[in-house]
């Protein structure tokens, strides 16, 4: 299966690029509604290839046990956010042969209970919201989010739906790709998942910082202003291009006609008439 999942995981991000690159040209051109659109159809994608990820991490070879992936993905309420949870559990467990009875933190030394926190909170934290919105514009909540029984408006969620940016969607992607590297290494080796884990946090701990200080509208206005120059050269290039042409049409009625030796047919002709 696990062949299959990376076929998977090729053709959704296949899709993501074509998507990223219309959504390019819409921020481009100022379309705001086509912007808008395909936001939110990345934001779908990005969400799905999260769900696609972690299955990849789970038939890794030399991973996990048919029996361990069985426990995460038939579980009665597995949800994405919980078969990413439970991969890393599984994975501490069998890495470190602890007791899956126990709480696993307790059962870590000091350094990799620190990283076990870590990964946690990046899944609690930064996978989780990801989910909520997919699953908001799953059910066709594009403009208004509802709270989860329906009843209400979340304003909350209806805020961050419309937040949404390429930026933003790129950023958190790039912290699933950290997170899913770090939980692959440990699932597959110990050792190496102790040798790059810090290099790995590294950066996802950049990538959330980026997430929070880069600035959308400064993005937008260098990719409009962008579009806009490139216009004018070509606008500039069509004009000039159109004037050469002019000018070589002239010239060479000028010739035919005035330039060329009395032996021409055409001069003669023309002194004729004169």
Known sequence: MYAEHCKNLLEVENGIDRIELDLRRFISMNDIKNEYTYTKILSQLITCWAEVRIMKVLHELNAFTQIEID????KRSATLQSKWEDSVKSAFTKAYTLNSTLPIGQQLNVVNQSRYIQIMDLIANDLSLS???????????????????????????????????????????????????????????????????????RLVAENKVNLHNRNYSDYRNKMILKYQRGLEKRRALETSQTIRLKNNWFTRIFKRFIILPATNTRYKQFGDMA
Do not use: C
Request: glycine share 2%; charged share 20%; proline share 1%.
């Open 71 to 74: 426990s995460i993905l038939q």
């Open 131 to 201: 989910i909520t919105l997919r699953n908001r514009i799953a059910h066709g909540q594009w403009r208004t989010a509802l709270t989860s029984n329906l009843k209400s408006v979340s304003s909350t969620l209806t805020q961050q739906i419309i937040d949404e940016n390429i930026v933003s969607l790129q950023l958190k992607k790039k912290i699933m790709i950290g997170l899913a590297l770090i939980i692959n290494d440990l699932a597959v080796s110990p050792a190496t998942f102790e040798r790059d884990f810090d290099k790995h946090y």
